[in-house]
């Protein structure tokens, strides 16, 4: 992200509990980024101890959105593997995908 020029100092990340180990939260924090990962209780026999873990619910709602939209994009094979082997023809097929998903929802609410 650095070498982007993005700057993600104070944004949240989003991940779902398989991501909910002491390695993966202290890389986050490293880079400023503020995990919103809720705790995986399974196979766990103590309490996990130390500062209290951060989960925004409200912020962890937003996810849904972002996952069920790639989910959309992976109907379309084209999509999902590409075969193309130059950027413009593959963001071409992007294109293509998103009008169909677009119009499909205008569509289903008239």
């Known amino acids: 992200m650095k070498r982007r020029g993005l700057d993600v100092k104070g944004a949240f990340f989003n991940a ?4 909910d180990t002491r390695r993966a939260r202290k890389m986050l924090w ?35 959105v972002s996952e069920r939209s790639f989910a959309w994009i992976d109907v379309f094979k084209t ?15 992007h294109h293509l995908g998103f009008a169909l998903i677009n119009l499909r929802n205008t569509l289903a609410k008239v």
């Open 30 to 64: 490293n880079h400023g980024v503020i995990p919103n990962i809720p705790e995986n209780k399974r196979n766990r026999k103590t309490i996990k101890r130390g500062r209290k873990r951060h989960f925004n619910r409200d912020v962890y709602k937003r996810r849904f």
């Open 16 to 19: 779902d509990s398989a991501f």
């Open 79 to 93: 999509l999902l593997i590409r075969f193309e082997r130059k950027a413009i023809y593959c963001l071409g097929f």
